[in-house]
Protein backbone atom coordinates (compact mmCIF):
# COMPACT_ATOMS: atom_id res chain seq x y z
CA UNK A 1 0.00 0.00 0.00
CA UNK A 2 1.31 3.39 -1.22
CA UNK A 3 0.67 6.62 1.65
CA UNK A 4 -0.12 9.94 0.34
CA UNK A 5 0.14 12.33 2.50
CA UNK A 6 -1.20 16.20 2.17
CA UNK A 7 1.84 17.75 2.49
CA UNK A 8 2.08 21.35 2.72
CA UNK A 9 4.95 23.56 3.76
CA UNK A 10 3.15 26.91 4.08
CA UNK A 11 1.05 25.39 7.03
CA UNK A 12 4.36 25.50 9.30
CA UNK A 13 4.51 29.06 9.10
CA UNK A 14 1.18 29.59 10.90
CA UNK A 15 1.81 27.62 13.66
CA UNK A 16 3.78 28.61 16.89
CA UNK A 17 5.96 30.81 15.74
CA UNK A 18 7.28 31.01 19.48
CA UNK A 19 9.03 27.64 18.99
CA UNK A 20 12.69 27.75 19.85
CA UNK A 21 14.96 27.56 16.40
CA UNK A 22 16.55 24.26 18.09
CA UNK A 23 13.38 22.67 18.04
CA UNK A 24 12.40 23.47 14.74
CA UNK A 25 15.84 22.46 13.04
CA UNK A 26 15.44 19.02 14.76
CA UNK A 27 11.85 18.70 13.36
CA UNK A 28 12.66 19.52 10.24
CA UNK A 29 15.44 17.30 10.11
CA UNK A 30 13.31 14.80 11.32
CA UNK A 31 11.04 15.62 8.31
CA UNK A 32 14.09 14.96 6.03
CA UNK A 33 14.16 11.49 7.54
CA UNK A 34 10.57 10.82 7.10
CA UNK A 35 11.20 12.06 3.48
CA UNK A 36 13.96 9.36 3.29
CA UNK A 37 11.89 6.49 4.78
CA UNK A 38 14.05 6.38 8.00
CA UNK A 39 11.10 6.54 10.87
CA UNK A 40 12.97 4.86 13.66
CA UNK A 41 16.09 7.64 13.08
CA UNK A 42 12.64 10.38 12.05
CA UNK A 43 10.71 9.26 15.36
CA UNK A 44 13.85 9.37 18.23
CA UNK A 45 14.37 12.98 17.01
CA UNK A 46 10.86 14.11 17.09
CA UNK A 47 10.45 12.71 20.85
CA UNK A 48 13.48 14.62 21.79
CA UNK A 49 12.12 17.61 20.28
CA UNK A 50 8.44 17.46 21.95
CA UNK A 51 10.34 16.97 25.22
CA UNK A 52 12.02 20.25 24.35
CA UNK A 53 8.81 21.77 23.74
CA UNK A 54 5.48 19.66 23.97
CA UNK A 55 3.43 22.86 22.84
CA UNK A 56 4.83 22.58 18.96
CA UNK A 57 2.01 21.06 17.03
CA UNK A 58 4.14 20.39 14.24
CA UNK A 59 6.54 17.78 15.68
CA UNK A 60 3.19 16.03 16.56
CA UNK A 61 2.13 16.05 13.10
CA UNK A 62 5.49 14.98 11.59
CA UNK A 63 5.61 12.16 14.31
CA UNK A 64 1.50 11.42 12.90
CA UNK A 65 3.16 11.09 9.44
CA UNK A 66 6.25 8.96 10.30
CA UNK A 67 3.67 5.92 11.83
CA UNK A 68 0.97 6.94 9.03
CA UNK A 69 3.89 5.80 6.81
CA UNK A 70 4.61 2.64 8.25
CA UNK A 71 0.82 2.02 8.45
CA UNK A 72 1.16 2.89 12.17
CA UNK A 73 -2.61 3.86 12.29
CA UNK A 74 -3.39 4.18 16.09
CA UNK A 75 -0.41 6.20 16.71
CA UNK A 76 -0.36 8.26 13.37
CA UNK A 77 -3.94 9.22 14.86
CA UNK A 78 -3.20 9.53 18.16
CA UNK A 79 -0.11 12.23 17.49
CA UNK A 80 -2.25 14.63 14.46
CA UNK A 81 -5.16 14.32 17.10
CA UNK A 82 -2.32 15.84 19.51
CA UNK A 83 -1.23 18.43 16.28
CA UNK A 84 -5.02 19.61 16.35
CA UNK A 85 -5.38 20.10 19.86
CA UNK A 86 -2.41 22.62 19.83
CA UNK A 87 -3.33 23.69 16.73
CA UNK A 88 -7.23 23.51 15.90
CA UNK A 89 -6.99 25.32 12.47
CA UNK A 90 -4.61 22.55 10.94
CA UNK A 91 -6.43 20.68 8.08
CA UNK A 92 -3.89 19.34 6.64
CA UNK A 93 -4.17 16.82 10.41
CA UNK A 94 -7.78 16.54 9.41
CA UNK A 95 -7.01 14.98 6.00
CA UNK A 96 -4.53 12.51 7.29
CA UNK A 97 -6.76 11.49 10.46
CA UNK A 98 -9.18 10.40 7.18
CA UNK A 99 -7.21 9.15 5.49
CA UNK A 100 -6.30 6.44 8.00
CA UNK A 101 -9.58 5.84 8.99
CA UNK A 102 -10.23 5.15 4.61
CA UNK A 103 -7.09 2.64 5.01
CA UNK A 104 -8.43 0.86 7.98
CA UNK A 105 -12.19 0.87 6.37
CA UNK A 106 -14.08 2.65 8.90
CA UNK A 107 -14.64 5.14 5.96
CA UNK A 108 -17.82 7.13 7.86
CA UNK A 109 -14.96 8.23 10.12
CA UNK A 110 -13.03 9.15 7.04
CA UNK A 111 -15.35 10.99 5.30
CA UNK A 112 -16.22 12.71 8.49
CA UNK A 113 -12.33 14.41 8.99
CA UNK A 114 -11.77 14.67 5.37
CA UNK A 115 -15.07 16.93 5.78
CA UNK A 116 -14.16 18.39 8.32
CA UNK A 117 -10.57 19.13 6.21
CA UNK A 118 -12.30 20.56 3.37
CA UNK A 119 -14.22 22.71 5.55
CA UNK A 120 -11.29 24.37 7.16
CA UNK A 121 -9.44 24.56 4.16
CA UNK A 122 -12.51 26.88 2.45
CA UNK A 123 -12.67 28.70 5.69
CA UNK A 124 -8.86 29.72 4.89
CA UNK A 125 -9.54 30.74 1.63
CA UNK A 126 -7.24 28.10 0.09
CA UNK A 127 -8.90 26.69 -3.14
CA UNK A 128 -6.28 24.61 -3.76
CA UNK A 129 -6.23 22.00 -0.48
CA UNK A 130 -9.65 22.38 -0.96
CA UNK A 131 -10.13 21.19 -4.01
CA UNK A 132 -8.10 18.45 -3.50
CA UNK A 133 -9.80 17.31 -0.69
CA UNK A 134 -13.11 17.51 -2.42
CA UNK A 135 -11.88 15.42 -5.16
CA UNK A 136 -10.90 12.56 -2.67
CA UNK A 137 -14.61 13.09 -1.13
CA UNK A 138 -15.79 12.03 -4.29
CA UNK A 139 -13.71 9.18 -4.73
CA UNK A 140 -14.53 7.43 -0.81
CA UNK A 141 -18.11 8.32 -0.81
CA UNK A 142 -20.92 6.37 -1.74
CA UNK A 143 -24.84 7.47 -2.67
CA UNK A 144 -26.56 10.77 -1.91
CA UNK A 145 -23.29 12.06 -0.41
CA UNK A 146 -21.09 11.32 -3.25
CA UNK A 147 -23.31 13.21 -5.65
CA UNK A 148 -23.19 16.18 -3.40
CA UNK A 149 -20.03 16.03 -3.12
CA UNK A 150 -19.49 15.76 -7.02
CA UNK A 151 -22.05 18.65 -7.56
CA UNK A 152 -19.93 20.88 -5.18
CA UNK A 153 -16.38 19.74 -7.31
CA UNK A 154 -18.62 20.32 -10.91
CA UNK A 155 -19.12 24.22 -9.70
CA UNK A 156 -15.75 24.36 -8.99
CA UNK A 157 -14.93 28.12 -10.33
CA UNK A 158 -11.35 29.18 -11.51
CA UNK A 159 -8.79 30.71 -8.46
CA UNK A 160 -10.23 34.40 -8.45
CA UNK A 161 -13.93 32.90 -7.25
CA UNK A 162 -14.92 31.54 -4.06
CA UNK A 163 -15.98 28.05 -3.92
CA UNK A 164 -19.94 27.15 -3.22
CA UNK A 165 -19.75 24.97 0.10
CA UNK A 166 -22.58 21.86 0.07
CA UNK A 167 -25.42 22.92 2.72
CA UNK A 168 -24.70 20.18 4.90
CA UNK A 169 -20.66 20.21 5.19
CA UNK A 170 -19.92 20.66 8.56
CA UNK A 171 -17.75 23.05 9.62
CA UNK A 172 -16.57 23.62 12.81
CA UNK A 173 -12.58 23.05 13.57
CA UNK A 174 -11.24 20.62 15.23
CA UNK A 175 -11.49 20.57 19.05
CA UNK A 176 -10.30 17.89 21.21
CA UNK A 177 -11.46 19.14 24.55
CA UNK A 178 -15.42 18.97 23.47
CA UNK A 179 -17.51 17.98 21.02
CA UNK A 180 -17.69 21.16 18.49
CA UNK A 181 -21.22 22.68 18.59
CA UNK A 182 -21.48 24.22 14.82
CA UNK A 183 -22.53 27.94 15.07
CA UNK A 184 -25.69 28.43 13.30
CA UNK A 185 -25.42 29.30 9.28
CA UNK A 186 -27.34 32.76 9.69
CA UNK A 187 -26.86 36.53 8.08
CA UNK A 188 -28.12 38.15 11.20
CA UNK A 189 -26.25 41.71 11.34
CA UNK A 190 -24.18 40.87 8.15
CA UNK A 191 -24.29 43.60 5.30
CA UNK A 192 -24.81 42.18 1.46
CA UNK A 193 -22.34 44.19 -0.72
CA UNK A 194 -23.23 43.78 -4.18
CA UNK A 195 -21.03 42.46 -7.06
CA UNK A 196 -19.16 45.09 -8.57
CA UNK A 197 -16.07 47.54 -9.21
CA UNK A 198 -14.43 49.71 -6.72
CA UNK A 199 -11.27 51.56 -6.42
CA UNK A 200 -8.82 49.69 -4.05
CA UNK A 201 -5.22 50.81 -3.37
CA UNK A 202 -3.85 54.33 -3.15
CA UNK A 203 -2.82 56.96 -5.63
CA UNK A 204 0.34 58.72 -5.50
CA UNK A 205 -1.36 61.35 -3.91
CA UNK A 206 -3.05 59.76 -1.50
CA UNK A 207 0.57 58.61 -0.41
CA UNK A 208 2.00 61.84 -0.29
CA UNK A 209 -0.75 63.12 2.06
CA UNK A 210 -0.54 59.94 3.99
CA UNK A 211 3.62 61.35 4.51
CA UNK A 212 2.56 64.67 5.09
CA UNK A 213 0.08 64.16 7.87
CA UNK A 214 1.88 61.37 9.40
CA UNK A 215 4.80 64.25 9.98
CA UNK A 216 1.99 66.99 11.54
CA UNK A 217 1.36 64.19 14.19
CA UNK A 218 5.03 63.89 14.68
CA UNK A 219 5.84 60.47 12.88
CA UNK A 220 8.81 60.17 10.90
CA UNK A 221 7.84 58.16 7.76
CA UNK A 222 8.73 57.23 4.88
CA UNK A 223 7.16 57.09 1.47
CA UNK A 224 8.26 53.53 0.92
CA UNK A 225 6.20 52.84 4.38
CA UNK A 226 2.78 52.79 2.05
CA UNK A 227 4.22 51.85 -1.10
CA UNK A 228 2.26 48.36 -0.71
CA UNK A 229 -0.71 50.00 -1.49
CA UNK A 230 0.03 51.35 -5.26
CA UNK A 231 -1.15 51.32 -7.60
CA UNK A 232 -4.69 52.23 -7.34
CA UNK A 233 -6.66 49.75 -9.37
CA UNK A 234 -9.67 49.17 -10.14
CA UNK A 235 -11.11 45.70 -8.62
CA UNK A 236 -14.53 43.53 -9.66
CA UNK A 237 -15.99 41.41 -6.61
CA UNK A 238 -18.73 39.29 -6.47
CA UNK A 239 -21.57 39.31 -4.02
CA UNK A 240 -20.77 38.84 -0.46
CA UNK A 241 -22.04 39.78 3.43
CA UNK A 242 -19.76 40.96 5.99
CA UNK A 243 -20.53 41.61 9.54
CA UNK A 244 -21.91 45.17 10.50
CA UNK A 245 -19.84 45.12 13.61
CA UNK A 246 -16.47 43.44 14.71
CA UNK A 247 -16.75 40.35 16.49
CA UNK A 248 -17.23 40.95 20.18
CA UNK A 249 -16.34 39.47 23.35
CA UNK A 250 -19.73 37.54 24.37
CA UNK A 251 -20.14 35.86 20.57
CA UNK A 252 -16.20 34.85 21.24
CA UNK A 253 -17.29 33.38 24.20
CA UNK A 254 -20.25 31.39 22.83
CA UNK A 255 -17.55 30.01 20.38
CA UNK A 256 -15.36 28.95 23.36
CA UNK A 257 -18.07 27.42 25.73
CA UNK A 258 -19.42 26.05 22.43
CA UNK A 259 -15.74 24.24 21.70
CA UNK A 260 -13.59 24.22 24.33
CA UNK A 261 -11.28 26.21 22.04
CA UNK A 262 -7.83 27.88 23.15
CA UNK A 263 -6.42 30.60 22.50
CA UNK A 264 -3.06 31.06 20.76
CA UNK A 265 -2.13 33.22 23.49
CA UNK A 266 -3.80 31.32 26.47
CA UNK A 267 -1.55 27.79 24.98
CA UNK A 268 1.33 29.88 25.15
CA UNK A 269 0.71 31.82 28.42
CA UNK A 270 1.20 35.16 27.12
CA UNK A 271 -0.10 38.04 24.71
CA UNK A 272 1.18 41.71 23.69
CA UNK A 273 1.10 44.84 25.06
CA UNK A 274 2.53 47.70 23.69
CA UNK A 275 3.62 49.98 26.31
CA UNK A 276 4.58 53.51 24.46
CA UNK A 277 6.13 52.04 21.45
CA UNK A 278 7.52 49.11 22.72
CA UNK A 279 5.93 45.98 22.69
CA UNK A 280 5.78 43.82 25.78
CA UNK A 281 5.40 40.42 26.35
CA UNK A 282 2.83 40.07 29.00
CA UNK A 283 2.36 36.60 30.84
CA UNK A 284 -1.60 35.76 31.24
CA UNK A 285 -2.39 38.19 28.77
CA UNK A 286 -5.04 36.56 26.23
CA UNK A 287 -8.71 37.13 24.75
CA UNK A 288 -10.43 37.02 28.10
CA UNK A 289 -7.44 39.15 29.97
CA UNK A 290 -6.47 41.72 27.87
CA UNK A 291 -4.05 43.76 29.73
CA UNK A 292 -2.43 40.66 31.83
CA UNK A 293 -3.50 38.32 34.56
CA UNK A 294 -5.29 40.86 36.53
CA UNK A 295 -7.33 42.50 33.82
CA UNK A 296 -10.74 41.73 32.94
CA UNK A 297 -13.94 41.82 29.88
CA UNK A 298 -16.65 41.76 32.23
CA UNK A 299 -19.09 44.65 31.60
CA UNK A 300 -17.40 44.78 28.02
CA UNK A 301 -19.00 41.78 26.58
CA UNK A 302 -20.05 44.24 23.34
CA UNK A 303 -16.55 45.17 23.07
CA UNK A 304 -14.46 43.92 20.40
CA UNK A 305 -12.95 40.92 21.31
CA UNK A 306 -9.02 41.76 21.33
CA UNK A 307 -5.49 39.50 21.88
CA UNK A 308 -6.85 37.08 18.82
CA UNK A 309 -4.38 35.43 16.74
CA UNK A 310 -5.20 35.02 12.76
CA UNK A 311 -5.44 30.89 13.47
CA UNK A 312 -7.92 32.20 16.48
CA UNK A 313 -9.93 34.13 14.07
CA UNK A 314 -9.94 31.51 11.54
CA UNK A 315 -11.15 29.04 14.12
CA UNK A 316 -13.75 31.28 15.46
CA UNK A 317 -14.77 32.22 11.30
CA UNK A 318 -15.07 28.25 10.07
CA UNK A 319 -17.19 27.31 13.64
CA UNK A 320 -19.83 30.14 12.57
CA UNK A 321 -19.63 28.61 9.26
CA UNK A 322 -18.55 32.02 7.97
CA UNK A 323 -14.72 32.68 6.73
CA UNK A 324 -12.63 35.65 7.06
CA UNK A 325 -12.57 38.66 4.59
CA UNK A 326 -10.41 38.88 2.02
CA UNK A 327 -8.05 42.40 1.77
CA UNK A 328 -10.31 43.36 -1.28
CA UNK A 329 -13.69 42.33 0.41
CA UNK A 330 -12.48 44.52 3.79
CA UNK A 331 -11.45 47.66 1.92
CA UNK A 332 -14.70 47.73 -0.56
CA UNK A 333 -16.73 46.86 2.29
CA UNK A 334 -14.73 49.97 4.22
CA UNK A 335 -14.26 52.57 1.34
CA UNK A 336 -16.99 51.39 -1.28
CA UNK A 337 -16.92 52.39 -4.40
CA UNK A 338 -15.92 55.94 -5.10
CA UNK A 339 -11.86 55.44 -3.99
CA UNK A 340 -12.85 57.71 -0.58
CA UNK A 341 -9.87 57.32 2.14
CA UNK A 342 -11.66 57.08 5.17
CA UNK A 343 -15.06 55.33 5.77
CA UNK A 344 -17.33 58.41 5.92
CA UNK A 345 -15.19 60.41 3.26
CA UNK A 346 -12.17 62.10 2.45
CA UNK A 347 -11.63 64.58 5.11
CA UNK A 348 -10.16 63.51 8.63
CA UNK A 349 -12.43 63.70 11.95
CA UNK A 350 -10.84 62.23 14.77
CA UNK A 351 -14.77 62.37 16.51
CA UNK A 352 -15.51 59.28 13.84
CA UNK A 353 -13.71 56.47 15.24
CA UNK A 354 -12.25 55.21 18.44
CA UNK A 355 -8.66 56.61 18.48
CA UNK A 356 -5.93 57.86 20.46
CA UNK A 357 -6.84 61.31 19.35
CA UNK A 358 -3.39 62.63 21.40
CA UNK A 359 -0.29 64.02 20.98
CA UNK A 360 3.26 61.67 19.88
CA UNK A 361 4.60 63.17 23.04
CA UNK A 362 2.73 62.03 25.83
CA UNK A 363 2.65 58.50 24.06
CA UNK A 364 6.71 58.67 24.28
CA UNK A 365 6.25 60.09 28.20
CA UNK A 366 3.91 56.78 29.21
CA UNK A 367 2.46 57.58 31.79
CA UNK A 368 0.81 55.20 34.46
CA UNK A 369 -2.67 56.09 33.97
CA UNK A 370 -2.75 55.77 30.50
CA UNK A 371 -4.90 52.81 30.04
CA UNK A 372 -7.27 54.23 32.59
CA UNK A 373 -9.95 55.75 29.90
CA UNK A 374 -8.67 54.51 26.67
CA UNK A 375 -8.88 51.32 24.77
CA UNK A 376 -11.71 49.77 23.03
CA UNK A 377 -15.41 51.41 22.62
CA UNK A 378 -18.37 49.12 22.12
CA UNK A 379 -19.19 47.70 19.22
CA UNK A 380 -21.03 50.46 16.88
CA UNK A 381 -20.34 53.01 19.19
CA UNK A 382 -18.63 55.74 17.15
CA UNK A 383 -22.03 56.05 14.78
CA UNK A 384 -20.49 58.71 12.98
CA UNK A 385 -17.89 57.13 11.35
CA UNK A 386 -20.05 54.35 9.24
CA UNK A 387 -18.99 53.07 6.08
CA UNK A 388 -20.89 53.47 2.57
CA UNK A 389 -22.36 50.26 3.30
CA UNK A 390 -23.05 50.76 7.01
CA UNK A 391 -20.59 48.99 8.65
CA UNK A 392 -19.71 50.51 12.08
CA UNK A 393 -15.44 50.40 13.21
CA UNK A 394 -14.35 50.27 9.81
CA UNK A 395 -11.85 52.66 10.84
CA UNK A 396 -10.29 52.73 14.05
CA UNK A 397 -11.68 50.68 17.48
CA UNK A 398 -9.11 47.50 16.76
CA UNK A 399 -7.48 46.23 13.58
CA UNK A 400 -8.56 43.48 11.73
CA UNK A 401 -7.21 40.07 10.55
CA UNK A 402 -7.88 39.22 6.50
CA UNK A 403 -7.29 35.82 5.12
CA UNK A 404 -4.77 37.38 2.64
CA UNK A 405 -1.25 36.29 2.60
CA UNK A 406 1.06 39.55 2.61
CA UNK A 407 3.16 40.23 -0.51
CA UNK A 408 4.30 44.19 -0.93
CA UNK A 409 4.23 44.11 -4.63
CA UNK A 410 1.03 41.85 -4.76
CA UNK A 411 -0.95 44.57 -6.35
CA UNK A 412 1.43 44.73 -9.51
CA UNK A 413 -0.01 41.00 -10.93
CA UNK A 414 -3.36 40.54 -8.44
CA UNK A 415 -6.51 39.52 -10.41
CA UNK A 416 -8.94 42.34 -11.27
CA UNK A 417 -11.90 39.95 -10.44
CA UNK A 418 -12.15 38.48 -6.45
CA UNK A 419 -8.63 38.83 -5.70
CA UNK A 420 -7.40 36.42 -2.86
CA UNK A 421 -3.46 37.81 -2.23
CA UNK A 422 -0.76 35.52 -2.93
CA UNK A 423 -0.61 31.65 -2.79
CA UNK A 424 1.95 31.68 0.40
CA UNK A 425 3.56 34.12 2.60
CA UNK A 426 4.92 34.50 6.26
CA UNK A 427 2.20 37.59 7.68
CA UNK A 428 -1.21 38.19 7.36
CA UNK A 429 -2.89 41.30 6.63
CA UNK A 430 -4.81 43.55 9.02
CA UNK A 431 -6.82 46.50 8.06
CA UNK A 432 -8.36 49.23 10.32
CA UNK A 433 -6.59 50.76 12.26
CA UNK A 434 -7.34 50.70 16.09
CA UNK A 435 -7.80 52.69 19.23
CA UNK A 436 -4.01 53.24 19.53
CA UNK A 437 -3.36 55.25 16.94
CA UNK A 438 -3.54 59.19 16.64
CA UNK A 439 -2.41 58.92 13.13
CA UNK A 440 -4.40 59.29 10.52
CA UNK A 441 -2.80 58.19 8.03
CA UNK A 442 -2.90 54.65 9.30
CA UNK A 443 -6.72 54.59 10.02
CA UNK A 444 -6.81 54.96 5.82
CA UNK A 445 -9.00 52.29 4.35
CA UNK A 446 -6.26 51.89 1.91
CA UNK A 447 -3.60 51.13 4.69
CA UNK A 448 -2.15 47.68 5.36
CA UNK A 449 -0.52 46.06 7.84
CA UNK A 450 1.25 42.77 8.12
CA UNK A 451 1.89 40.11 11.13
CA UNK A 452 2.85 36.27 11.30
CA UNK A 453 -0.66 34.34 11.88
CA UNK A 454 0.29 33.55 15.79
CA UNK A 455 0.41 37.21 16.55
CA UNK A 456 -1.97 38.60 18.91
CA UNK A 457 -2.13 41.93 20.73
CA UNK A 458 -4.20 44.36 22.76
CA UNK A 459 -5.88 46.11 19.42
CA UNK A 460 -6.63 43.33 17.10
CA UNK A 461 -9.44 41.65 16.37
CA UNK A 462 -11.57 41.01 13.44
CA UNK A 463 -14.84 40.44 11.52
CA UNK A 464 -16.06 37.37 8.89
CA UNK A 465 -17.76 37.21 5.39
CA UNK A 466 -19.64 34.59 3.77
CA UNK A 467 -20.53 34.12 0.23
CA UNK A 468 -24.38 35.06 -0.87
Given at each position: MVVIFIIFSSFISEINAQTSSEVQKIVKEAETLINQGLHQEAIKKLEIAIKKDPSYAVAYYQLGKSYHAQLQYEPAIKNYKKALELQPSLAEACYNIGSCYIDIGNSGNGIKWLDQAKGIFYGKNDLEKYKKTLEKLVTVSTGEKRKVYQKELNNFPPPTVTPVIASFTPTPPVIITKTPTPGRESTDDMILISAGKF??????????????????????????WFSDELPRHEVYLNDFYIDKYEVTNEKFKKFVLSTGYKTDAEREG????????????????????????????????????????????????????KRLPTEAEWEKASRGTDGRIYPWGNTWNDNYCNNLNMNLSYLLGFMPDFFKNRGTLPAGKMSEGISPYGLMDMAGNVWEWCSDWYSKDYYNYASEENPKGPQKGEKKILKGGSWYYDNPAYLRAGLKLAEPPDSRNFMIGFRCVKDK
Amino acid sequence: MVVIFIIFSSFISEINAQTSSEVQKIVKEAETLINQGLHQEAIKKLEIAIKKDPSYAVAYYQLGKSYHAQLQYEPAIKNYKKALELQPSLAEACYNIGSCYIDIGNSGNGIKWLDQAKGIFYGKNDLEKYKKTLEKLVTVSTGEKRKVYQKELNNFPPPTVTPVIASFTPTPPVIITKTPTPGRESTDDMILISAGKFLMGSSEKDIEEAVKISKSYGWEVERSWFSDELPRHEVYLNDFYIDKYEVTNEKFKKFVLSTGYKTDAEREGFAIIWVGLEPKKISGADWQHPMGSGSSINGKMDHPVVQVSWNDACAYAVWAKKRLPTEAEWEKASRGTDGRIYPWGNTWNDNYCNNLNMNLSYLLGFMPDFFKNRGTLPAGKMSEGISPYGLMDMAGNVWEWCSDWYSKDYYNYASEENPKGPQKGEKKILKGGSWYYDNPAYLRAGLKLAEPPDSRNFMIGFRCVKDK
